[in-house]
């Protein structure tokens, strides 16, 4: 069966291009692949977020997970942080990528460009995930279109590990659905739908339901008057579509063909993104009022996970001349 590999920051405000780009489609994965997923907590420490709040939104994205469908009996479901292997990993990584490849990745250049203090672990962020993703032998990763190119540098990172040292890595390769790859901001339709922008344009997945249909309501389009789907010249209208069709199984071209008019199909877009949201939003608020249970199921998941990332460290370390760890001395 093949592996499935995905991961999620534990920033908050999980929206609704996480939703379409990633989760539901990591919960589809589960009925016929190996699936294991994780909130990448360390990953959320590149941007020093205040620890009460890492701690409160760790638990909150595992709950969320839970709620769009990840069945932690069927999954792999744990915490990054759990599981050591990936931050020893991600040493071996950054020794393996180059400075100049991690240069060209463009999400660091656009977060970087929005902080004001820039960490070394953002820039190394990419070395850290190839590391997530490698350690578990992994097929397919599924992600939203803005991971393609870290995606793309795992694969050559794993490729140039297994020149240097001997096979040691499964090489993954990215799977980005056809619709819902790249949400786009309801306000700002040339930028990605983001929990960092803050942005009005922003859909969180646990949003009330009519404050969802207001902010569809009053998406930006364009001065026409036609229904057609050009991302490029009409970013807004081809936004709500591509959202509508990706909610409702469809192409964004046929939902187009359905509409003369802006009104209605902002509010059939609201009405189907609601739809979605409704069962998520009822699963958690039954989760959210046991985070004890929460944490329990993502101890056994760190627990499923460590068998796999040791023994996939174990023979990265072998392989590159590290020597066997000694055996803890006894305490005295
Ligand atoms: N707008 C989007 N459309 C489609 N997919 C998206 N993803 C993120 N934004 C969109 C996908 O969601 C998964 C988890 O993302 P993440 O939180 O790990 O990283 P991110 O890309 O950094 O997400 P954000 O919301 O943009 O967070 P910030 O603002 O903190 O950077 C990934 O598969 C991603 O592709």
Redesign the pocket.
């Known amino acids: 069966m093949a592996r499935v590999f995905?991961?999620?920051?534990p920033?908050g405000g999980?929206?609704?291009?996480?939703l379409?780009?990633?989760?539901r489609n990591w919960a589809a994965y589960q009925s016929e692949h190996e699936a294991v997923y994780c909130v990448?907590d360390l990953?959320a420490l590149t941007?020093a977020p205040d620890p009460a709040e890492l701690r409160e939104h760790t638990l909150a994205a595992a709950a969320l997970l839970m709620s769009a469908g990840i069945d932690p009996e069927r999954s792999t479901l744990f915490v990054q942080s759990s599981v050591g292997e990936h931050a020893e990993l991600a040493w071996m990584m950054e020794c393996t990528v180059g400075f100049g490849e991690l240069r060209r990745m463009t999400?660091f250049k656009d977060?970087a460009d929005r902080s004001d203090f820039v960490s070394a672990g953002l820039f190394t962020y990419p070395a850290l995930q190839a590391a997530d993703i490698l350690l578990y032998d992994t097929d397919l990763v599924?992600?939203?279109?803005?991971?393609r190119q870290h995606i793309e540098l795992c694969r050559d990172i794993a490729e140039r590990f297994n020149h240097r040292y001997g096979d040691t890595f499964t090489v993954p390769a990215h799977v980005i659905p056809e619709t819902?790859?790249?949400?786009?901001?309801l306000q700002n339709p040339t930028d990605?739908?983001?929990?960092?922008?803050e942005s009005a344009g922003t859909v969180a997945i646990l949003e009330e339901a009519a404050a969802v249909a207001r902010k569809f309501k009053r998406a930006v389009t364009d001065s026409e008057n036609e229904v057609r789907y050009d991302p490029v010249a009409k970013p807004g209208v081809s936004n709500l579509l591509g959202i509508l069709a990706s909610a409702s199984g469809r192409t964004p071209q046929a939902v187009a063909g359905e509409y003369t008019q802006y009104g209605p199909l902002k509010a059939d877009t609201a009405d189907a993104v609601n739809s979605l949201l409704d069962p998520i939003r009822n699963r958690y608020a039954e989760l959210s009022s046991d985070p004890a249970e929460v944490a329990r199921l993502l101890a056994a998941g760190a627990d499923k996970a460590r068998t796999t990332a040791a023994a996939t460290l174990k023979r990265a370390q072998t392989n590159a001349g590290l020597l066997p760890r000694p055996p803890l001395a006894p305490s005295s």
Not at 142 to 147: A, C, F, L, N
């Open positions: 995905s991961g999620i920051q920033s999980m929206h609704l291009g996480n379409l780009g990633a989760l990448v990953h941007t999400q977060k599924p992600v939203g279109d803005d991971q819902g790859a790249r949400v786009m901001d990605k739908m983001s929990k960092s922008l």
